[in-house]
Nanobody, 126 residues
Framework: QVQLVESGGGLVQAGGSLRLSCAASGRTFSRSGMGWFRQAPGKEREFVAAVNWSGGSTSYANSVKGRFTISRDNAKNTVYLQMNSLKPEDTAVYLC???????????????????WGQGTQVTVSS
C-alpha cells in the first residue's frame, strides 16, 4: 500500500521557520517527481514547490520563492520543504504529492501527481 505521510507542521510566529518532511512507503519514489501543495480554508489547493527525480531541477510558486526550499533524499524515500521567513498568509494544510510516472521535470500541475498525503497543518501567527 502506497503511503505519503507528512510531518513537521505546527504553530510558528511570523518570521519563523519550519521544516516539513514527507516520508513515502509502499514503493520506491526515487524516480518520481515530488511536490508540495497547500490549501487554506475556503481557498483552492495551490502549488508550492516541486522537485524532479534527481533533485537537480526545482520549481516554486512566486509567493514562496526565496523563502522556501524543496529537497529530497532518495535513499530515505523522503522529500523536505524548508520554510523560512514565514508569513501569516502561509497558513494552510500542506500536502505532499508524488507522480507514478518518471519525474523528468519539477511539475507545478496537480493533475500530474498520482499519490497524495493527508497533509500537515502549518499555522503562522502575526
Amino acid at each position: 500500500q502506497v503511503q505519503l505521510v507528512e510531518s513537521g507542521g505546527g504553530l510558528v510566529q511570523a518570521g519563523g521557520s519550519l521544516r516539513l518532511s514527507c516520508a513515502a512507503s509502499g514503493r520506491t519514489f526515487s524516480r518520481s517527481g515530488m511536490g508540495w501543495f497547500r490549501q487554506a480554508p475556503g481557498k483552492e489547493r495551490e502549488f508550492v514547490a516541486a522537485v524532479n527525480w534527481s533533485g537537480g531541477s526545482t520549481s516554486y510558486a512566486n509567493s514562496v520563492k526565496g523563502r522556501f526550499t524543496i529537497s529530497r533524499d532518495n535513499a530515505k524515500n523522503t522529500v523536505y520543504l524548508q520554510m523560512n521567513s514565514l508569513k501569516p498568509e502561509d497558513t494552510a494544510v500542506y500536502l505532499c504529492a508524488a507522480t507514478n510516472t518518471f519525474g523528468w521535470t519539477a511539475s507545478s500541475r496537480a493533475r500530474e501527481y498520482d499519490y497524495w498525503g493527508q497533509g500537515t497543518q502549518v499555522t503562522v501567527s502575526s
